[in-house]
């Protein structure tokens, strides 16, 4: 996936700003996708030269002016071709590349309790993501009711569920982990 196709498909539920969007992306996608919001308005700029999305500036007088996007018959064409091509992410969607996993490979060149202390990070980590979840699921609700499409947001909450399990996964590998560090 690519941050321009997460942008065209929430642009194809209907218009919104940038401010709008870079809010909409960080309830919903961020924990399988993130974006800084200087990428995300970047990537505008970049779609509506593709002529993916036009914009319009509206002049507002108490509140700075906003541009307000709209993706295009081009975008939903973008859109549609990306979600049709056969899905080469699927067998990467299995492989890890973490450098966070690398340093835990090679710990054994510090001390247990530098180790643990770093476990333990990552599981408080994972417990704030866990607390997180309820959010996006809130995000998701909140959306669906705006969109006005429960068996488009069935899909929202499938990739909520894969967020779930991916840190109810993190959870008990940092308990084992840490488990198998504590051993005596």
Not at 33 to 60: F, N, P, V
Not at 124 to 129: D, G, I, P, R, S
Not at 145 to 170: C, M, P, Q
């Amino acid at each position: 996936m690519s941050l321009k196709h997460g942008l065209l498909g929430l642009l194809n539920y209907g218009s919104m700003t940038g401010y709008e969007l870079d809010k909409i992306f960080r309830d919903s996608l961020s924990f399988f996708w993130q974006a800084k919001t200087s990428q995300i308005y970047r990537e505008l700029d970049t779609m509506e030269c593709h002529g993916w999305l036009t914009s319009e500036r509206i002049i507002q007088n108490d509140k700075p002016n906003k541009r307000v996007y709209t993706i295009t018959d081009s975008g939903k064409e973008e859109l549609g071709n990306w979600l049709s091509m056969p899905e080469s992410d699927i067998a990467n969607a299995m492989r890890v590349k973490s450098a966070f996993l690398m340093r835990v490979f090679f710990a054994g060149e510090t001390s247990t309790e530098q180790s643990l202390e770093m476990l333990r990070t990552y599981r408080e980590k994972c417990m704030e993501a866990s607390k997180g979840m309820s959010a996006a699921y809130d995000a998701i609700s909140k959306y669906r009711t705006v969109v006005g499409n429960d068996e488009k947001s069935k899909y929202w909450r499938i990739a909520a569920l894969y967020g779930d399990a991916f840190i109810h996964a993190g959870l008990t590998w940092a308990d084992k982990a840490i488990a198998v560090l504590e051993e005596k």
